[in-house]
């Protein structure tokens, strides 16, 4: 089976604006979706990301505060998956629980070097 990363930009003023019990519930969403993924044998990881973090940049290694605050957007997690293809992985990634509240799911494959 070949891997993917699914990468979960999410708007960060949807998130903000979201009650406790649409968070919740966005959480509980992630979670049953996670147990379905594992009893297809499609999860490897995955997790929810610290939105605070550093950015090193170029060839002198800069450490700048990331990710950039001034964008609405972030990348608020991710799910480490296995399939055979990624149409598959790309129908599988269609219910991500991301999306009920305008998230995007971005779909890459793992290099197999």
């Given at each position: 089976?070949?891997?993917?990363?699914?990468?979960?930009?999410?708007d960060?003023?949807?998130?903000?604006?979201?009650?406790?019990?649409?968070?919740?519930?966005?959480?509980?969403?992630?979670?049953?979706?996670?147990?379905?993924?594992?009893?297809?044998?499609?999860?490897?990881?995955?997790?929810g990301?610290?939105?605070?973090?550093?950015?090193?940049?170029?060839?002198?290694?800069a450490?700048?505060?990331?990710?950039?605050m001034?964008?609405?957007?972030?990348?608020?997690?991710?799910y480490?998956?296995?399939?055979?293809?990624?149409?598959?992985?790309?129908?599988?990634?269609?219910?991500?629980?991301?999306?009920?509240?305008?998230?995007?799911?971005?779909?890459?494959?793992?290099?197999?070097?």
């Amino acid at each position: 089976m070949k891997k993917f990363i699914l990468l979960l930009h999410e708007d960060v003023q949807v998130l903000e604006q979201m009650s406790p019990q649409e968070m919740q519930d966005l959480v509980q969403a992630h979670m049953a979706w996670t147990n379905d993924l594992a009893a297809k044998g499609h999860l490897i990881a995955g997790d929810g990301l610290d939105p605070n973090g550093k950015q090193i940049l170029g060839q002198e290694a800069a450490v700048k505060d990331g990710p950039y605050m001034e964008t609405k957007e972030m990348i608020g997690g991710y799910y480490l998956l296995q399939g055979d293809n990624l149409d598959q992985i790309v129908e599988i990634a269609k219910a991500c629980p991301c999306h009920l509240h305008g998230g995007v799911t971005e779909v890459r494959a793992i290099m197999n070097y």
